[in-house]
């Protein structure tokens, strides 16, 4: 029996050990506050007052300019909200737009670009073409595609002659405009001879 004496007492420090252990990880466990993972929200983390971006092509050639009120950025996304904002494109090889609205809103670094409230884009005239006007209260542009498009209600005003329809593409690049639910079509026979005079 006093041979196994020392054995009983090693095994009972043993356990004493491994449950001060426990104790001891437990207690620093909840001793110390542990932070929530973040949870990212649609909050802002920058912002500014009145503002000018430029965007720039892989050669480092100006795109679009926008200006504006105020603009937010939304870190979740990564998009831009502005206010009061017109953007202009600049695209040497499109013809020079300009596009207006209450709220701009861009995302994708800027290859998707949302106009809400008031949106109005105007293509100036070039030397084969009248200018182009397209209203509606929500557009949307994608830039590297020179595409317009909406599926709201737009007008839509080339010359004399006028197309007001739910839905529309309109490519900046053919000059190619699709409307999908005609509502309301009025055409020009000024624009109609010009048209026939462009033929070969």
């Known amino acids: 029996m006093k041979e196994r004496l020392p054995t009983f007492i090693a095994l009972f420090l043993l356990i004493i050990l491994v449950i001060a252990t426990w104790w001891a990880a437990d207690y620093t466990q ?22 000018v971006m430029i965007s720039s092509d892989n050669q480092g050639i100006a795109t679009n300019r926008l200006t504006g009120t105020q603009l937010v950025h939304y870190p979740d996304d990564d998009s831009y909200e ?9 695209r040497p090889d499109t013809p020079r737009t300009q596009a207006s609205a209450d709220k701009v809103t861009l995302k994708d670094k800027g290859d998707f670009i949302l106009m809400q ?40 005003l080339q010359g004399n002659s006028r197309m007001q329809g739910k839905g529309m593409i309109y490519n900046n690049k053919t000059r190619r405009l699709e409307v999908f639910a005609n509502t309301d079509v009025v055409i020009s026979p000024q624009d109609i001879n010009k048209a026939n005079k462009d033929k070969p």
Do not use: M, Y
Not at 82 to 87: D, G, K, N, Q, R
């Open 30 to 51: 909840r001793a110390i506050p542990i932070e929530p993972p973040v949870q990212i929200t649609h909050e802002p983390d920058a912002w500014s007052g009145n503002f």
């Open 82 to 90: 502005a206010s009061h904002a017109t953007l202009f494109g600049i």
């Open 117 to 156: 409230g008031n949106a109005h884009i105007h293509r100036f005239p070039s030397e084969d073409t009248s200018a182009l006007d397209i209203r509606s209260e929500e557009l949307t542009i994608l830039p590297n595609e020179s595409i317009i498009k909406t599926d709201k209600p737009a007008d839509v």
